[in-house]
């Protein structure tokens, strides 16, 4: 029987090694344990290689993409806050030209954060195919507190809403007889973002109860509705235009600050990033608003107030029109 046996063992010798088991413990002859314990250490170590591997994957699935995005954000953002303090100018500099412009807010010359940051494209606010992040660096300039006629209230106290319904070469005609000029999209996004390189002008997360979205927009009227540098309505209100054109043509220019026409609750058109555009011939509607932008070494602007400001009892000193 025990010939049997072994020729039956030559005979398996390709088997599996739990079959090889099987017979050695069929024999009279002494037991020899080596194979046994290589196959056990074998399947401890493919148990512990799959339970490793379950781990890893686990883990991966905790990982959340928002946070993630958010930490290559902060390598970006920091980069431009290194540049940003390389070029801040002095306590006393900046004493000598905030202020010197009535109306209007200084932002200093040197680095900031333009297009969509990773956390914006993963929250779906804008296309993995829309402008990545990059960093620019910009003279210095002054820019509109508030869209025009840039003042909170008249000559008599009352509100005064943004001029809208105008026309890109109206709205260019009004900066210039102001003295002033429109913005270019990136001073106007420079001014939004602020020194830490929000998406909104007051933060990362879209607020609808800070800034008025609707046809009720005041001037200055939302004290939430600014940025650090202190310019208001940027994440409401009426959109914006600007002097740049877009990529895509020269007749068409950069509008910044909101939805086109209809009142929208959506975040995606506030962001300070967002471009949207309008052609230069368009009949503006009342969504569409303007700022202006004012380089420093520019001259002394004149002693003019715009006729949105003024009331019947006022002396006519002239009109943007």
């Excluded at 608003?289 to 009331?311: G, H, K, T, Y």
Aim: charge should be negative; charged fraction near 30%; include cysteine.
């Amino acid at each position: 029987m025990s010939s049997d046996l072994n020729n039956e063992k030559d005979n398996n010798s390709t088997n599996t090694s739990e079959t090889a088991e099987i017979f050695f413990t069929d024999t009279a002859q002494p037991e020899d344990h080596t194979e046994n314990k290589n196959v056990f250490f074998g399947m401890c170590f493919l148990g512990g290689f799959i339970f490793a591997i379950g781990v890893a994957g686990m883990m991966t699935d905790k990982i959340d993409p928002l946070k993630e995005a958010q930490a290559k954000d902060v390598k970006i953002r920091n980069q431009v806050s290194e540049l940003i303090s390389e070029d801040k100018p002095s306590a006393s500099e900046l004493n000598d030209v905030k202020d010197k412009r009535k109306g209007m807010v200084y932002i200093p010359a040197g680095a900031m954060l333009t297009g969509n940051l990773n956390q914006e494209i993963q929250q779906e606010m804008a296309s993995a195919f829309d402008k990545r992040p990059s960093i620019k660096k910009l003279k210095a300039f002054y820019i509109d507190k508030y869209e025009y006629p840039n003042a909170m209230t008249k000559s008599d106290g009352s509100e005064v809403s943004p001029v809208t319904g105008v026309s890109y070469f109206r709205a260019k005609n009004a900066c210039k007889k102001m003295g002033k000029r429109l913005c270019t999209s990136l001073e106007w996004e420079k001014a939004c973002r602020g020194s830490e390189s929000l998406i909104f002008s007051y933060g990362d997360s879209f607020d609808a109860t800070k800034c008025t979205l609707d046809g009720n927009y005041k001037l200055g009227k939302d004290q939430d509705c600014k940025n650090a540098n202190g310019v208001y309505g940027m994440s409401g209100g009426p959109r914006e235009w600007t002097s740049s054109n877009t990529k895509e043509s020269t007749s068409r220019k950069i509008v910044k600050g909101g939805p086109p026409v209809s009142v929208s609750a959506s975040p995606e058109e506030y962001r300070c990033g967002f471009d949207g555009s309008e052609s230069r011939l368009y009949i503006a509607d009342d969504r569409l608003s303007f700022r202006c932008c004012l380089s420093v070494d520019a001259p002394e602007l004149p002693d003019i107030i715009p006729a949105e400001l003024r009331v019947a009892t006022d002396e006519d000193t002239g009109s943007p029109e």
